[in-house]
């Protein structure tokens, strides 16, 4: 087996050198780094973990112990602490007890072993706690998931207490004269709480006629279930973790259908509904977050516990009754947001009976339609670009307050000024808020962090290799990265470009002009492209040019697409136009890093939702915005590839692990650029005519390399033409 010393020889540097390079350290010239690591890989040599934490005095290794991993509980759980944990670079290690208390502790010791400086823990052992602290680890090192031990502990969980009385109370609404309890064993202190509440209260009642109660282990679940059925014909079974619950799903389904059962569980969180179980919800993706937040932070002053609050039970079935005559139809864009949306309104036509055709157009097509037709769109209902919003909302929309007057008391839990962008317009409710999207700089985390890559562009340059904070960094790093400049440069190209459509280049100019200026008009109309903003921004998007494919890219997708193929180092996108990031052909999954655009200053995109003005079916229409617009929609909808304009999707513990920059593009909206369009004489330009004619000025300039003061003064003359026909 190679050793150092065998790597310094072949790489001709010293010892320190190599342990220098396999640290990660940047005091280390290019040269010698591709020196060490190309000896590494020809010898095969493999970095002694263990070695390398004693080094640096921690392993920077958390543990989880859960029972199983088919239960959605524990799945949930560990992949958000897992997930958490390692953007943190900290390692991740699972271990499954099986419900076996004796294995339970063996396990202890090996994670004892691995230098882990914290432990989260479903436990089997009844005094759990006392198991961990007799193995060395401290009362700040374990924290204790679900269930409370005897000794004094950290604890995260829910009230066990309160879920056992709201799901009495739920079986006392119902009709049910026959109840079954279902649960595991109760030497585990939540269990046996939650046992307890649910019977105290349904013994306070005299609804029920017969309560039997059965306690099982995972192994005898099956047994367990079918006595439940022999010894009773239950109306309900209620159980207290959803495997159990799926278990009764699949002996009820497949021995006893001859009479109806309903079954309500205890249950993680199902973004995406589960139409034969009634589940009351804990959200265990967010105990993993806040589990791993605490191991890693140890940030708990002056408390040992923390209670999350249930989400209660799922509403998914409640929503309209049955109506067969109907028919809504659909105008969209057709984006990432339309093809969720027609998976999600099958659940809606499930429960309503109102059958829903939705009609997807290309952009420019779309907008020709709506702007030529106005009022006379056969749509019931039509989902327009955000930036058409403001210039043809009153011809195509009909006022919500018009269909409902208090509409506005119903709108809440929206993003940060999403109403006042994509709703209002003259103080009037034209739409709801479709697919509020911004723009993030995306870029590969991977390439930033290489030691090689960083320490040669130290090298170039003397500046560290950060994420750019303008776009004068923004072009330096795409140059780097360029291989046509840079053959050091394991990528061929620096940056993304949306070049395809005149439109999408005036996006390209503008996102630069707003990183150098919070205006692009003046108090008259004027606008403001005889100024050093609008040069440079100019000069910026040339550059950014050049540092890209060059290839025509129509829209945001294509140019996403071509960033998840993984020979560009990074790009600003609309977050509706991403999700192919995480997607099976991706090649830069895991690699992604995201921050605010250069400038702090991002433009919004994405969709409105609006009801027709030709609609005969005005009130459905609105219900049916008011529905997808509920908090529960809109995060099936995120989940599903689509975006909403609900700040509890971008809450959402599942749909921030399929996603991860959702969490932070929430705190971007309060920053993005609004000021877009110039009134003249009480009429709006529209935002889609302006960045038309500002990118067919600067693509035509970069195409034939024209002055940049040439190509501006053509932009400022197009724009005068424009005012003229306004007016």
């Known amino acids: 087996m190679a050793t150092i010393k065998d790597i310094a020889k072949v790489a001709k540097v010293s010892q320190a050198t190599v342990s220098n390079v396999l640290n990660g350290k940047d005091n280390v010239s290019s040269d010698k780094i591709r020196r060490v690591m190309k000896?590494?890989?020809?010898?095969?040599?493999?970095?002694?973990?263990?070695?390398?934490?004693?080094?640096?005095?921690?392993?920077?290794?958390?543990?989880?112990?859960?029972p199983n991993l088919y239960d959605k509980t524990y799945i949930d759980f560990f992949s958000s602490f897992k997930d958490y944990a390692e953007r943190k670079e900290y390692t991740v290690d699972l271990y499954i007890t099986n419900d076996d208390d004796d294995y339970e502790r063996k396990q202890i010791q090996k994670i004892k072993s691995r230098m882990t400086e914290g432990v989260a823990v479903f436990t089997s052992i009844s005094d759990g706690s006392e198991a961990y602290y007799e193995a060395g680890f401290s009362n700040e090192d374990v924290v204790f998931i679900s269930n409370k031990q005897p000794y004094n502990c950290k604890f995260i969980g829910y009230d066990n207490i309160?879920?056992?009385?709201?799901?009495?109370?739920?079986?006392?609404?119902?009709?049910?004269?026959?109840v079954a309890l279902l649960t595991g064993p109760l030497t585990y202190s939540g269990k046996m709480d939650f046992r307890n509440s649910f019977l105290e209260s349904i013994v306070k009642s005299d609804k029920i006629s017969e309560v039997y109660e059965r306690v099982t282990t995972e192994q005898c679940k099956y047994q367990n279930v079918v006595r439940v059925f022999t010894h009773m014909q239950p109306d309900a079974v209620v159980t207290d973790s959803i495997s159990l619950a799926q278990t009764v799903k699949s002996v009820y389904q497949n021995f006893y259908r001859n009479k109806p059962v309903d079954i309500v569980s205890l249950s993680p969180v199902y973004t995406i509904p589960e139409r034969d179980i009634i589940r009351y919800e804990i959200d265990y993706r967010k105990m993993g977050i806040d589990a791993a937040s605490y191991l890693i932070n140890r940030n708990w002053e002056n408390r040992n516990e923390l209670i999350i609050e249930s989400k209660g039970f799922s509403d998914w079935p409640k929503i309209n009754s049955k109506n067969e005559e109907n028919v809504l139809n659909i105008l969209s864009i057709a984006s990432p947001t339309t093809r969720a949306l027609k998976t999600v309104v099958n659940l809606y036509e499930f429960n309503t009976g109102i059958k829903i055709r939705i009609t997807e157009s290309d952009y420019e097509s779309m907008y020709k339609l709506v702007k030529n037709r106005g009022a006379e769109l056969p749509y019931d209902i039509v989902r327009m670009d955000k930036d058409w919003f403001p210039v043809l909302a009153k011809s195509v929309f009909e006022p919500l307050t018009n269909i409902e007057s208090n509409i506005g008391n119903s709108l809440d839990g929206f993003l940060p000024n999403a109403l006042k962008n994509y709703s209002y317009l003259d103080g009037d409710i034209y739409a709801l808020p479709g697919t509020p999207s911004i723009q993030l700089l995306f870029y590969r985390k991977d390439l930033f962090e290489d030691t090689r890559l960083k320490r040669l562009y130290y090298e170039m340059y003397k500046k560290s290799l950060e994420v750019p904070k303008t776009f004068e960094e923004y072009n330096r790093i795409a140059y780097f990265f360029t291989s046509?400049?840079?053959?050091e440069s394991p990528i061929k190209y620096g940056c993304s470009f949306t070049s395809g459509e005149p439109g999408t280049v005036g996006v390209e100019f503008l996102m630069r002009y707003f990183s150098h200026s919070k205006r692009l008009f003046d108090e008259n109309g004027n606008i403001l492209l005889n100024t050093e903003a609008a040069r440079d921004a100019l000069r910026e998007t040339k550059d950014s040019w050049n540092y890209s494919s060059k290839i025509e890219h129509n829209w945001w997708t294509d140019s996403a697409q071509e960033?998840?193929?993984?020979?560009?180092?990074?790009g600003i996108y609309m977050i509706n136009h991403v999700s192919g990031f995480v997607g099976p052909d991706s090649k830069?999954?895991?690699?992604?890093?995201?921050?605010?655009?250069?400038?702090?200053?991002?433009?919004?995109?994405g969709s409105v939702l609006g009801v027709s003005k030709y609609s005969k079916n005005k009130d459905i229409a609105l219900d049916f915005l008011k529905w997808i617009s509920r908090d529960d929609i809109g995060t099936a909808t995120v989940l599903l590839g689509g975006m909403s304009a609900k700040k509890s999707a971008y809450d959402d513990a599942e749909v921030n692990d399929a996603y991860p920059w959702l969490d932070y593009?929430?705190?971007?909206?309060?920053?993005?650029q609004t000021d877009y369009?110039?009134?003249v004489d009480g009429d709006n330009i529209g935002l889609k005519e302006l960045q038309n004619l500002l990118g067919v000025a600067v693509k035509k300039g970069i195409m034939e390399h024209l002055d940049i003061d040439e190509i501006?003064?053509?932009?400022?003359?197009?724009?005068?033409?424009?005012?003229?026909k306004k007016l």
């Not at 501006?712 to 003229?724: H, I, P, V």
């Open 39 to 66: 000896a590494v890989e020809d010898m095969g040599y493999v970095i002694n973990e263990k070695a390398q934490n004693l080094r640096k005095g921690t392993a920077k290794i958390l543990a989880v112990v859960v």
């Open 162 to 178: 309160e879920a056992g009385k709201e799901i009495a109370k739920k079986i006392l609404q119902g009709n049910y004269e026959k």
């Open 484 to 487: 046509e400049f840079n053959n």
């Open 563 to 570: 960033f998840a193929e993984g020979d560009t180092a990074m």
């Open 588 to 605: 830069i999954r895991g690699k992604i890093g995201w921050s605010i655009v250069p400038g702090d200053n991002p433009m919004l995109g």
């Open 665 to 672: 593009a929430k705190k971007c909206f309060k920053n993005a």
């Open 677 to 679: 369009y110039p009134i």
């Open 712 to 724: 501006l003064e053509t932009a400022m003359t197009d724009y005068e033409n424009l005012k003229k």
